[in-house]
């Protein structure tokens, strides 16, 4: 006897393990959580809010998975290597969007630049190195990525639950609804990329349209990313970093003094490592290894602790620095 494509679909689905049919449990939602509980009406405490709505919220959101597993270290640790970190940034597409990007808000970016002494090209690099000139701002809900971190990441659960606070605070003010907000994984927002924090600390409202909007304003980015330099001690018309010459291995004192600048340039000379560096200058000793490579060193003034504040990486910091100096080069005078 012949048995019809139905009824062959239909003995075979009754085959099937129940575990593959029966539906896998969803999370519960942040609002079951008690944690979040007591941080909603702490919150209803300290600022005003109502705890009622707030629980509302964190009602529609879940623990994300991915999240976590974005903010956590790799497993196996990969070794440093700026030959592989550096083309990430240090490209022609980067180099040729920063050049419209300029060219485009070419008004915006010299108002910042004499407000606050920073060079175009650096907030044009910053950017560029953030979201590729604002393409890439990120699509986690950030109201669900930092409740994730701050309630599910313990080693980072404090900063996290701050910034938390700081984004529904930064939601208010600025009339958004805290579920529609878009950023990264880690909860940094709009073009520049701001944690609510900073946003709250260091935007500004640069096109005067009376709010500050870091995802749809390309002025109050710009603006917004100079401000932050210029109030971390940015100082105009300085250098950022030279590129360094050592006879021999560093001595292990030049690196673990850090990022930020305390060596004498003029010590540093005497002692074998060359450079074009100002002799009267304090300076960082900045080592940029690449497995089976020489080290390429450099000698790290102010300006360039400064752009570590942003993230506080040298690989990022030069990454900027460098790809600032290649869009400028290449801006048509």
Same mark, same amino acid.
């Given at each position: 006897?012949?048995? =019809?494509?139905?009824?062959?679909?239909?003995? %075979?689905?009754?085959?099937?393990?129940l575990?593959?049919?029966a539906?896998?449990?969803a999370?519960p939602s942040?609002a079951?959580d008690?944690?979040?509980?007591?941080?909603a009406?702490?919150?209803?405490?300290?600022?005003?809010? &109502?705890?009622?709505?707030?629980?509302?919220q964190? %009602?529609?959101?879940?623990?994300? %998975?991915?999240?976590?597993?974005?903010?956590?270290?790799? =497993?196996?640790?990969?070794?440093r290597?700026?030959?592989?970190?550096?083309p990430?940034?240090? #490209?022609?597409?980067?180099?040729?969007? @920063?050049?419209?990007? *300029?060219?485009? #808000?070419?008004?915006?970016l010299?108002?910042?630049?004499t407000?606050? @002494?920073v060079?175009?090209?650096?907030?044009?690099?910053?950017?560029?190195?953030?979201?590729?000139y604002?393409? #890439?701002?990120? $699509?986690?809900?950030?109201?669900e990525a930092?409740?994730?971190?701050?309630f #599910? !990441?313990p080693?980072?659960?404090?900063f996290f639950?701050?910034?938390?606070e700081?984004f529904?605070i930064?939601?208010?003010? &600025?009339?958004?609804d805290?579920?529609a907000?878009?950023? /990264?994984?880690?909860?940094?927002?709009g073009?520049?990329?701001?944690?609510?924090g =900073?946003?709250?600390?260091?935007?500004?409202?640069?096109?005067?349209d009376?709010?500050?909007?870091?995802?749809? =304003?390309?002025?109050?980015?710009?603006? /917004?990313?100079a401000?932050f330099?210029?109030?971390?001690? *940015?100082?105009a018309?300085?250098?950022?970093?030279v590129?360094?010459?050592?006879?021999?291995?560093?001595?292990?004192?030049?690196?673990?003094?850090?990022?930020?600048?305390?060596? /004498?340039?003029?010590?540093?000379q005497?002692?074998?490592?060359?450079?074009? %560096?100002?002799?009267?200058?304090?300076?960082?000793?900045i080592?940029l290894? /690449?497995? $089976?490579?020489e080290?390429?060193?450099?000698? $790290?003034?102010?300006n360039? !602790?400064?752009?570590t504040?942003?993230?506080r990486?040298?690989?990022y910091a030069?990454?900027?620095?460098?790809?600032?100096?290649?869009?400028?080069?290449?801006?048509?005078?």
């Amino acid at each position: 006897m012949k048995l =019809s494509a139905r009824r062959l679909l239909a003995l %075979a689905l009754t085959a099937l393990p129940l575990t593959l049919t029966a539906a896998t449990p969803a999370s519960p939602s942040f609002a079951e959580d008690a944690a979040v509980v007591a941080f909603a009406r702490d919150l209803e405490q300290r600022h005003g809010f &109502n705890a009622d709505t707030l629980l509302g919220q964190f %009602a529609q959101i879940r623990p994300n %998975a991915k999240v976590i597993q974005l903010i956590k270290p790799p =497993s196996t640790p990969t070794q440093r290597s700026w030959e592989r970190y550096r083309p990430r940034f240090l #490209n022609d597409r980067r180099i040729d969007h @920063g050049i419209r990007f *300029w060219q485009e #808000n070419r008004a915006a970016l010299l108002r910042a630049s004499t407000l606050y @002494g920073v060079p175009p090209e650096v907030i044009v690099a910053i950017i560029g190195v953030e979201t590729e000139y604002g393409r #890439n701002t990120g $699509g986690f809900r950030v109201l669900e990525a930092l409740a994730t971190l701050a309630f #599910n !990441y313990p080693p980072r659960a404090d900063f996290f639950r701050t910034e938390l606070e700081q984004f529904l605070i930064l939601s208010r003010e &600025n009339q958004l609804d805290p579920l529609a907000v878009k950023g /990264s994984f880690a909860g940094a927002i709009g073009i520049p990329q701001f944690m609510p924090g =900073s946003q709250r600390r260091y935007a500004v409202d640069f096109d005067g349209d009376q709010r500050v909007d870091l995802s749809g =304003s390309v002025e109050d980015a710009i603006g /917004s990313v100079a401000r932050f330099l210029e109030q971390h001690g *940015w100082q105009a018309g300085q250098p950022v970093a030279v590129p360094a010459q050592l006879a021999g291995q560093p001595d292990p004192a030049w690196l673990e003094a850090g990022i930020r600048p305390t060596l /004498s340039a003029a010590a540093l000379q005497q002692q074998g490592v060359a450079s074009t %560096a100002d002799q009267q200058a304090k300076v960082a000793l900045i080592d940029l290894a /690449s497995p $089976g490579k020489e080290t390429e060193y450099w000698l $790290g003034y102010d300006n360039f !602790y400064v752009i570590t504040r942003y993230n506080r990486s040298s690989f990022y910091a030069m990454s900027v620095f460098q790809l600032a100096e290649a869009i400028r080069e290449r801006m048509p005078r």
